[in-house]
């Protein structure tokens, strides 16, 4: 098997990857079976970025340091790394789309693997209106903003802003308010991953609002379409003892934005 071995820029995850190229070699990451990632989440999100970008379909395998927060990753362990290869349980994740405008007209597409985050860039709350497949029905959020989590990132800040957990590999998406003053006409939603989100930016010049994702950030934005982009393929692969299979199979009740 041709392995593509990456690694945070931390000595010790140099060092682990030190140890795996002198056991298995290194290959191209083009033409490897797999790309295997050493480090925390931020080291796996850049890894699964570079296959949605580039090499759609290419399955991660990860590793956390011991000091690292790493949900996305196994366990590390030098030794028996092709068997866990073979063994590992693929996870096909959907990335999502965010096609964003900003006060000044200029355009960009941003992809996220965790989440897509709107937030406040001042001390004056954010005013936003969500709209859901383009339907009249429309709904008011006040406050630090809002979040569109995957399955894979919902128990991150997600979870943490008062959202709830979704099942790997269920086609859902979890829509979550930040911060919410009492007079949003709002509630948190999980929707099918075939929706479509339009959110408008209330008076972008004096509330300024700026979009971010683990990777990246675009600010000043006026509106932005978000979806779950069905054309690209990303593939996590988990030790068979390290999925959660409370989350494979709890399905939670699909609601709308009110």
Not at 5 to 33: N, Y
Not at 97 to 120: M, P, Q, W
Not at 166 to 171: I, K, N, R, Y
Not at 203 to 216: A, G, I, K, Q
Request: charged share 25%; glycine share 6%.
């Amino acid at each position: 098997m041709r392995i593509s071995f990456v690694a945070s820029p931390k000595p010790a995850a140099q060092e682990i990857v030190r140890q795996l190229v002198r056991l298995h070699g290194q290959s191209d990451t083009r033409d490897a079976d797999c790309i295997v990632a050493v480090g925390g989440d931020g080291t796996v999100l850049r890894a699964l970025h570079a296959t949605l970008l580039e090499m759609s379909g290419k399955p991660v395998f990860a590793m956390r340091l011991d000091d690292s927060v790493g949900s996305l990753a196994n366990r590390l362990d030098v030794a028996g790394l092709p068997d866990r290869l073979q063994s590992a349980r693929p996870i096909s994740l959907k990335p999502l789309k965010a096609a964003v405008r900003d006060t000044s007209g200029r355009t960009n597409t941003i992809y996220g693997i965790n989440e897509i985050v709107l937030l406040r860039q001042r001390l004056q709350a954010a005013k936003l209106i969500v709209t859901m497949n383009r339907c009249e029905k429309s709904a008011r959020l006040i406050g630090d903003g809002v979040l569109v989590s995957t399955p894979i990132g919902s128990s991150g800040y997600n979870r943490s802003a008062g959202g709830p957990i979704l099942p790997l590999g269920s086609s859902l998406m979890v829509l979550t308010g930040l911060a919410l003053l009492r007079d949003s006409n709002w509630a948190n939603a999980v929707i099918d991953d075939t929706s479509i989100l339009d959110v408008a930016v209330l008076d972008p010049e004096h509330r300024p609002v700026r979009l971010e994702t683990n990777l990246e950030e675009f600010p000043n934005v006026s509106e932005v379409r978000i979806s779950c982009c069905h054309d690209a393929n990303m593939i996590l692969l988990f030790d068979p003892d390290a999925v959660d299979h409370a989350r494979l199979d709890r399905r939670p009740r699909q609601d709308s934005p009110r």
